[in-house]
T-cell receptor
Framework: KAGVTQTPRYLIKTRGQQVTLSCSPISGHRSVSWYQQTPGQGLQFLFEYFSETQRNKGNFPGRFSGRQFSNSRSEMNVSTLELGDSALYLC???????????????FGPGTRLTVL | GQNIDQPTEMTATEGAIVQINCTYQTSGFNGLFWYQQHAGEAPTFLSYNVLDGLEEKGRFSSFLSRSKGYSYLLLKELQMKDSASYLCAALGGGYQKVTFGIGTKLQVIP
């Protein structure tokens, strides 16, 4: 099976702009989770989508939003970018339904966002 | 709520054994994952424990004690390529949410 793919891999934006990141999960996986990773904070959970519905949400401001399409592909949007949004954004897919080991998350390569 | 604690950095010698500890407080706990992340790369799955005890997989073993909210990852016969961050993650909470620790950066020295 093909792995999780994310586009774009690298992105440079300026403050105030908005950005959309895309994630295609492993075929058959219905859950997609998004994480922000920075050196000091580790992996911070943004949100999880399952069957086009947001099922879990982390503690990020409303500038961070997402959605999932019927083919399980997901997008994440960040509006009004701030310098502190510079980070590696990782998406992970999992079965999302069976629980336990089946909730093993498989990560994409990430999108490195730099806000100037 | 969810809380994961693990040391931020460790150093060990090539060929030695190292144990990376993780403590967690997770409501509705349903399992503990360990991931390996090399610098600049995505995390990759190492192990999953849901029952108490030790699970061995080659040079890597993972242990869980549910009553103590404690897990460890044991790496034997360390190799230079084992230099990476090791992330502990607990599964639990509403809709089986996965919460990651900050990661332990392991440096293997000759």
């Amino acid at each position: 099976k093909a792995g999780v793919t994310q586009t774009p891999r690298y992105l440079i934006k300026t403050r105030g702009q908005q950005v959309t990141l895309s994630c295609s999960p492993i075929s058959g996986h219905r859950s997609v989770s998004w994480y922000q990773q920075t050196p000091g904070q580790g992996l911070q959970f943004l949100f999880e989508y399952f069957s086009e519905t947001q099922r879990n949400k982390g503690n990020f401001p409303g500038r961070f939003s997402g959605r999932q399409f019927s083919n399980s592909r997901s997008e994440m949007n960040v509006s009004t970018l701030e310098l502190g949004d510079s980070a590696l954004y990782l998406c992970a897919s999992s079965d999302g339904l069976a629980g336990g080991r089946a909730d093993t998350q498989y990560f994409g390569p990430g999108t490195r966002l730099t806000v100037l | 709520g969810q809380n994961i604690d693990q040391p931020t950095e460790m150093t060990a010698t090539e060929g030695a054994i190292v144990q990376i500890n993780c403590t967690y407080q997770t409501s509705g706990f349903n399992g503990l994952f360990w991931y390996q992340q090399h610098a600049g790369e995505a995390p990759t799955f190492l192990s999953y424990n849901v029952l108490d005890g030790l699970e061995e997989k080659g040079r890597f073993s993972s242990f869980l004690s549910r009553s103590k909210g404690y897990s460890y990852l044991l790496l034997k016969e360390l190799q230079m390529k084992d230099s990476a961050s090791y992330l502990c993650a607990a599964l639990g909470g509403g809709y089986q949410k996965v919460t990651f620790g900050i990661g332990t950066k392991l440096q293997v020295i000759p």
